[in-house]
Antibody
Framework: QVQLVQSGAEVKKPGSSVKVSCKASLDTLRRFSISWLRQAPGQGLEWVGRINPNNGGTNYGQNFQGRVTMTRDTSINTAYMELSGLTSDDTAVYYC??????????????WGQGTLVTVSS | IQMTQSPSSLSASVGDRVTMTCRASQSVSSYLNWYQQKTGKAPKLLIYGASSLQSGVPSRFSGSGSGRDFTLTISNLQPEDFATYYCQQTYGAPFTFGHGTHLDIK
């Protein structure tokens, strides 16, 4: 059974950084992309970016370029998302998700439980 | 790529058949997914590749469409189906979502 277990809730000051982890079961990180997404309180879903399985290459959403860094440590099956320059607009639940890619689809079939990041002075 | 969902909210009764739509600002081929989300929970994949039913999802859920226009249909609504539904395109990064359709009990 695939599992993605995320790190716990964080409270951060404006201007600081946060690093969220996502521990995957089995060989997930070597075989699948991991996407990161977020959801601000009462709002919809927003794609933050992804880290690919082959060489750890990344793609980031335009809203996050220059502020987000996604990495992974395959030896411990853990992916990381670090977001810097935090503002109150970054207050959200952050999710990691496993992405399946085929010739005609790309979809997130397993999700972590979510990590609440609160940015407050 | 902008994704527009309609309606933004929908009221229906148990046993009803409901349809919601998602339109992309440009063609996304069949790279269109539908997710269900309940309050305080992570989204759950229902449909991928526009029309493929995710394993374990009841057959009352179905998806159709290609290019720019897509539809999610739920037949014989069950109490557990009242939730918010999101479409997402994964044709071109950033993989954008619609704003959601909130389905509640009439």
């Amino acid at each position: 059974q695939v599992q993605l277990v995320q790190s716990g809730a964080e409270v951060k000051k404006p201007g600081s950084s946060v690093k969220v982890s996502c521990k995957a079961s089995l060989d997930t990180l070597r075989r699948f992309s991991i996407s990161w997404l977020r959801q601000a309180p009462g709002q919809g879903l927003e794609w933050v970016g992804r880290i690919n399985p082959n060489n750890g290459g990344t793609n980031y959403g335009q809203n996050f370029q220059g502020r987000v860094t996604m990495t992974r440590d395959t030896s411990i099956n853990t992916a990381y998302m670090e977001l810097s320059g935090l503002t109150s607009d970054d207050t959200a639940v952050y999710y990691c998700a496993r992405v399946i890619s085929t010739s005609s689809s790309r979809h997130a079939d397993f999700w972590g439980q979510g990590t609440l990041v609160t940015v407050s002075s | 790529i902008q994704m527009t969902q309609s309606p933004s909210s929908l009221s229906a009764s148990v046993g009803d058949r409901v349809t919601m739509t998602c339109r992309a600002s440009q063609s996304v081929s069949s790279y269109l997914n539908w997710y269900q989300q309940k309050t305080g929970k992570a989204p759950k994949l229902l449909i991928y590749g526009a029309s493929s039913l995710q394993s374990g999802v009841p057959s009352r859920f179905s998806g159709s469409g290609s290019g720019r226009d897509f539809t999610l249909t739920i037949s014989n609504l069950q109490p557990e189906d009242f939730a918010t539904y999101y479409c997402q395109q994964t044709y071109g990064a950033p993989f954008t979502f619609g704003h959601g359709t909130h389905l509640d009990i009439k």
